[in-house]
């Protein structure tokens, strides 16, 4: 890490660990007659300022006493109700960095100043108030970089999913140990994944058809071979492609153990952009702060979810009224890992995310648990310490969702059948984790694990929707076995993964579609049987499939 972010760190660890002793003295017990400077700014300026301060997100400063007490009784309510600080982890499910868990004690306190009149305090008693490098929560970064024009995101509609190209013409490799990603239109704004082009041809796309970006999720310029460390981005390969992600509600962090991405030399950035409209028309031209390390990390961060890819192949369909649906997996680790970090996404009706080890012992040690989800607040959360898995170990994770009337954030009224999908009125759901396996020699079999844990889940929906079929179910299960197998085998590989000549199938019957020869495909263009995949190949969602769109489908 470079220098200069060395000694923003060490000022920043002083000053919280200040705080923290002052957080400790202040409230080994609630005062029936607190006072601001002695008993409320401790609590506030350790768990509040940090966001409540200009040019961050929170609606609001904290920063003095008139800013506390002017918010007096909303702080006591939210407070109280656990609604903020926002920190959703259950306590004894994992440890983690920057815990913002209030105590009871902290909370009778907030309370009881409140009722008691707000006093100020003894001016001489008031700690020092924080002070941050920058608005940058992790500091001012080594590098700010930020998409080249403004996107127009529609007022109403459905979800649209786009890419931007940030150029970056870096002249030599540089290893990204943090990022911090600064949406300028929070609201419709839903997640930010970071990929790598090295091609040079997600910059030849964007803007192309005259708006800012290209239609689509797709990582441009993968490699046509895997590697070792997961260079074809290869979702079923395990590790994590580009840079990582954001989403609402996230906390940017510095990754633990020396950890680090390598950004080469000559490629750009792109940007996954998933939107979700606000009601109002919102430009939205995100900025992103790098922070860099001078050292070659020594181990391999890789990523793994129960359910994996979100419970895209879990079979997630929920039934109209149901309040607790519950979706489960597995994974075991052939090798001894450390987990270093988890997180959990879910929709709008998800409702709980729980994860356990069982070690080959039998000894079961909790890893996770939100018991209370919120769409607009998905962080992801770095273990205080990692936590070694030996091999042998079982993860499992389980996600549940409230489909039912009596659930606020369910957005059909009545409740409809919910299944997957990349709308934000379908669901998904897992839980993810990031982890690094003890010794990098283990980390082909690790990585290969982690492939084969998606075959077997597609194997085992499978076995579930056919098993209860008569007839020819059980030809069925066979050849779809078969083709599970092709697909782990050639996955690793970074081959044709769905086997045969399947852009030259999928491309003769969207041929036969184009009824008019414009090249595209209309809306009154789609008939019944095609409608289903023909929304996955419209990545904008504008109900028609363009010419680019149809490009990315035939790989030209």
Known sequence: MTKKRTNKLIRTGLALAGFAALQTSATAAAKAKPTFTEDIAPIIYNNCTECHRDGQAAPFTLKNYNDVKKRARLITKVTGDRFMPPWHPVEGHGKFVDERRLTTDELATLKNWHATGMAEGPADKLPEPPKFASDWLLGEPDLIVKMPKAYTMRADGSDIYRSFCIPMDLKEDKWVAGFEVRPSARAVLHHVIIRIDQTGEARKADGKRGTPGFSGMRGIGRSSRGSRRGGSNDVFSGSLGGLGGWAVGGTPRILPLGLARKLPAGADLVLNSHFHPSGKEENEQTTI?????????????????VPPIFGSISGLDIPAGDSNYELK???TTPVDIDLVGVGAHMHYIGH?????????DGTVKPLFYIDDWDFNWQGRYTYDKPIRLPAGTTVEGTVSFDNSATNPHNQFNPPRRIRWGLESTD?????IFSAVPAREADLDEFNAAVRDHVVDEARLMAERRFGERAGGSRSRRGDLGGRLEQFRNRSSGGGNRLGGD????????????DKNNN???????????????IRFIDTNKDGRVSKEELSQISGR
């Open 329 to 331: 997996s597995s994974f």
């Open 352 to 360: 709980t995310a729980k994860a356990h080890a069982t070690l080959p």
């Open 502 to 513: 399947w852009r030259g199938r999928l491309g003769t019957r969207l041929k036969e579609l």
């Open 427 to 431: 669901e998904m759901g897992s839980v």
């Open 519 to 533: 090249g595209e495909i209309e809306p009154d263009e789609v008939d019944d049987r095609s409608r289903r995949y």
């Open 289 to 305: 702060g790098l922070y860099f390390t001078d050292k070659k990390p020594d181990r391999t961060l890789i990523g793994f979810q």
